[in-house]
């Protein structure tokens, strides 16, 4: 069983599932200029519709009355509400409606908002006008754009989270350039990109504890991601474990470190990087410190498949959720904790019976559990992610993510409950697996073709 009150929940991003990408004066994103361009070279798919939300938003909710979950998080997009990317301007006012009764229509039925500032949807003209988030600028077009957002909805909204995976956004958009806005700089382009986030969510966090915390008592975090590694059976050595503990760092902890930990990167990664790593001075090692109001935390197939290329010889990437979340209570000094995106991923073609995301929902939730009851991790949240079918990214629509189902060839895209839809729900009901349930252990492994390189690696369920 999970705490009383605790924050069961499913999420959502905006491009993934709004569409109308043009409609209601919304401004194109990276991401639709992106799959626009590569489209036309590649026959790809785009998400110019994806799932409908923005048009189908109170058949989300009906989705999430289903799952009795009582929490959801959805992000806002920027170039829907601000165009022309300056939230210093006029606001598009169907935006701004749009998401105002997603809020009360959510608070109506007792459905708490997570709200997300960006999930990786960067207005083009920012991308154009400035070179996108390898320019400073951006950190305080960023913190207006926070401001406005804390303004508008923050009376209606308890928990904020600034960004979603800053690291993928660093190291996939300008680094390895698999997603918008497709650089490939390097990892001295990564480096930049994710300094200047860093400070753009620290930015927007001190706007809102200097001007916007006494009167609406809420919270601000940011969503990082990450993987975990350990020895393999035989190979703990010291070296090993220090190891691990470095690849650790070198995702997690490249954005925690700053924000969690002592307000700078880690030693490791000053030794990897040497001069292409910025510096924070040390006014702004004070000023990014403690950025955070509790620990968001995404775990799953993104950052597991780029975990592999972090690997040494006698280690393995494991989806092991328990042990990260205690290593993150002993780095960064105990935490609460929101595990914001949660969940794995099916090929399309496994359809609306599908028992494998069921058993690997199962398994990050017992480990979740155990992490509460036996290692004294405070988590206060679960969002199963994602609500609904949506675009996945580079891979489009190979593969789904979604609890309920979604027909792309339907014009009505009507949201259809998976089997992994029905357990949530009873998992939701019990508050946790019933007692039968906890009373039994098991050891499994994962069916190869449902994940990248760690089909070796052994699950304790519950």
């Given at each position: ?16 599932t709004e ?39 109170e ?53 708490q ?124 050595t ?10 650790i ?11 969690f ?35 968001a ?9 780029l ?11 494991t ?76 891979y ?29 729900r ?27 390189g ?9």
């Amino acid at each position: 069983m999970s705490p009383q009150r605790f924050l069961w929940g499913s999420g959502t991003s905006a491009y993934q599932t709004e569409g109308a990408w043009n409609q209601d004066g919304k401004g194109p994103s990276i991401w639709d200029s992106f799959t626009h361009s590569v489209t036309e070279k590649l026959d790809r798919m785009t998400a110019n519709v994806a799932s409908d939300s923005y048009n189908r938003w109170e058949e989300d909710v009906k989705a999430l009355e289903y799952l009795s979950v009582r929490s959801y998080s959805f992000s806002l997009s920027w170039p829907r509400l601000f165009p022309d990317g300056n939230a210093r301007g006029q606001p598009n006012s169907a935006a701004v409606e749009h998401y105002s009764r997603l809020i009360e229509k959510l608070l109506e039925k007792k459905i708490q908002p997570i709200v997300t500032l960006h999930h990786w949807d960067l207005p083009q003209v920012l991308q154009e006008r400035y070179g996108g988030w390898k320019n400073d600028t951006l950190v305080g077009l960023f913190e207006d754009y926070a401001a406005f957002c804390f303004h508008t909805f923050g009376s209606r909204v308890r928990y904020w989270l600034t960004m979603h995976n800053p690291f993928l956004m660093a190291v996939q958009g300008y680094g390895t350039g698999v997603h918008a806005p497709g650089e490939k700089g390097g990892p001295a382009g990564s480096l930049i990109v994710a300094h200047n986030l860093i400070r753009a969510h620290a930015k927007a966090w001190h706007t809102y504890n200097n001007h916007f915390r006494s009167t609406q008592m809420g919270k601000v975090s940011i969503v990082l991601g990450s993987h975990w590694v350990e020895p393999q059976r035989g190979q703990t050595t010291a070296v090993n474990v220090g190891l691990c503990q470095q690849s650790i760092e070198a995702v997690l902890g490249w954005f925690a470190n700053p924000i969690f930990g002592n307000g700078d990167y880690p030693v490791s990664l000053k030794d990897k990087h040497g001069a292409l790593l910025p510096t924070f001075t040390p006014e702004e090692k004070l000023w990014v410190q403690k950025t955070a109001d509790f620990f968001a935390l995404s775990f799953g197939p993104n950052n597991l498949r780029l975990g592999r290329n972090l690997v040494h010889y006698g280690q393995t990437v494991t989806p092991d959720l328990r042990r990260l979340l205690g290593w993150i209570k002993l780095e960064y000094g105990d935490p609460s904790v929101l595990v914001a995106e949660g969940g794995w991923f099916s090929e399309a073609r496994v359809g609306r019976e599908d028992t494998v995301a069921i058993y690997l929902m199962k398994s990050f939730i017992n480990q979740v559990l155990r992490a509460i009851k036996f290692d004294g991790v405070q988590v206060f949240g679960y969002s199963a992610w994602s609500l609904v079918d949506g675009f996945e990214w580079n891979y489009d629509y190979t593969i789904r993510r979604g609890l309920f189902y979604v027909d792309f060839s339907q014009q009505d895209r009507t949201r259809t409950p998976k089997t992994s839809a029905q357990y949530y729900r009873q998992v939701v009901a019990d508050n946790g697996f019933p007692s039968e349930e906890t009373s039994r252990e098991f050891t499994g492994h994962f069916p190869c073709e449902f994940h990248w390189g760690i089909a070796d690696s052994t699950l304790q369920v519950r």
